[in-house]
């Protein structure tokens, strides 16, 4: 992720925008033979995936890289919704995060502070989930969630959409 190019992430409203005051993260674009390998690391999860969410999985929207700088941040949302700017946002059923460093408070020393993905099922308390690289989670696209603010260093993940 340290050697593609980086743009802001926008956010999906009625347009497709940057707006910093809801979500500031970077979308990295990596090599094609980094896409490839992990395209196909999140293929090979299939499986399992339905398995735990019983749901009927279909195309992926692809897999995105996410970058959150100190003070990063993205604000409570759901990542399903019907919005003319991306039609294919109707269609997820389930988000993929997978985180690709451990926080602080997860073990590492010289990790980020901060970056918790909060999930918000509902009738349920908020889900704190503190990033571990390599953990995988998924969830309802449907579910409210956020990331909690970056301290401190760089968190970053990867993520995808089955629809």
Request: proline share 6%.
């Amino acid at each position: 992720m340290d050697r593609g190019a980086s743009d802001p992430a926008e956010i999906l409203e009625d347009t497709v925008e940057y707006q910093d005051d809801v979500r500031r993260t970077l979308s990295i674009e990596v090599d094609r033979t980094t896409l490839r390998t992990v395209e196909r690391s999140v293929e090979e999860a299939r499986g399992r995936l339905t398995e735990m969410s019983g749901m009927t999985l279909g195309v992926r929207e692809g897999t995105g890289f996410l970058r959150y700088l100190p003070g990063g941040f993205y604000r409570p949302h759901r990542d399903r919704g019907d919005l003319p700017s991306w039609p294919g946002a109707a269609h997820r059923q389930l988000a993929v995060v997978v985180f690709l460093g451990t926080s602080q408070a997860a073990g590492d020393s010289e990790g980020f502070t901060g970056g918790v993905l909060r999930l918000y099922p509902d009738q349920v308390e908020p889900v704190d989930i503190e990033p571990v690289e390599g953990l995988l989670v998924a969830f309802p696209a449907t579910t409210l969630h956020e990331v909690t603010r970056v301290g401190d260093a760089v968190r970053d993940v990867l993520v995808d959409w089955f629809y």
